[in-house]
């Protein structure tokens, strides 16, 4: 079993960043992803990385945000730069249990409860 947790959400302008991190306890050092879920819209993937760091990002976040991870700290991070009010969402953190990434929701089993992210204009 695995338990994460998300945390670093918040208010930002238009222009800003946040760092959002991802602790993993249980089971861990599995594959992560990052999802997020915009209000009245469906929960779309973001970023997921594998055990050993390689990366994947949809096309929104290519070149603002970066993913990555800490295996000491079991920790996961989504560095979001240049952020737009458009990136307004709860963002949730996701492990699977399979070898490599994904970026389907069903390919994850364990599942944060998200931290809420507010760009402003």
């Known amino acids: 079993q695995v338990q994460l947790a998300e945390s670093g959400g918040g208010l930002v302008q238009a222009g800003g960043s946040l760092r959002l991190s991802c602790a993993a306890s249980?089971?861990?050092?599995?594959?992560m992803g990052w999802f997020r879920q915009a209000p009245g819209k469906e929960r779309e993937f973001v970023a997921a990385?594998?055990?050993?760091?390689?990366?994947t990002y949809v096309a929104f976040a290519k070149g603002r945000f970066t993913i990555s991870r800490d295996n000491a700290l079991n920790t996961v991070y989504l560095q979001m730069n240049s952020l737009k009010p458009e990136d307004t969402a709860v963002y949730y953190c996701?492990?699977?249990?399979?070898?490599?990434?994904?970026?389907?929701?069903?390919?994850?089993?364990?599942w944060g409860q998200g931290t809420q992210v507010t760009v402003s204009s």
């Open positions: 990385i594998n055990r050993s760091g390689g990366t």
């Open positions: 249980g089971r861990t050092k599995y594959p």
């Open positions: 996701a492990a699977r249990g399979g070898f490599g990434y994904a970026t389907s929701e069903a390919a994850y089993n364990y």
